[in-house]
């Protein structure tokens, strides 16, 4: 019913370039504060990204730049448009909604190497 969930993850090459999908269901997405977030083994779960309900957008200083989240309210959709991929953003990346009652999706895996 209510739930989240990540596509577009695999496998690229330093410098290259992936967008990553959280299509939404059981609730309206665009009514919401979403953001993308990633872990790595052994690390805390940091934020990557964020959007807000009425558009505005903030990044991780290491992502600044290079990343951009963006939605489609028709398909109730939030993505994360990864550009000039580095090594050191090779985690799970998680959808999240809200900041209340939060709502996490299963994570989608990014590797980036040569």
């Known amino acids: 019913q209510v739930q989240l969930v990540e596509s577009g993850g695999g496998l690229v090459q330093p410098g290259g370039s992936l967008r990553l999908s959280c299509a939404a269901s059981?609730?309206?997405?665009?009514?919401?504060?979403m953001s993308w977030h990633r872990q790595a083994p052994g690390k805390e779960r940091e934020l990557v990204a964020t959007?807000?309900?009425?558009?505005?957008?903030t990044y991780a200083d290491s992502v600044k730049g290079r990343f951009t989240i963006s939605r489609d309210k028709a398909k109730n959709t939030v993505y994360l448009q990864m550009n000039s991929l580095k090594s050191e953003d090779t985690a799970v990346y998680y959808c999240?909604?809200?900041?209340?009652?939060?709502?996490w999706g299963q994570g989608t895996q990014v590797t980036v190497s040569s």
């Open positions: 059981g609730f309206i997405s665009s009514n919401y504060a």
């Open positions: 999240k909604r809200g900041n209340r009652n939060t709502l």
């Open positions: 959007i807000g309900v009425f558009g505005e957008t």
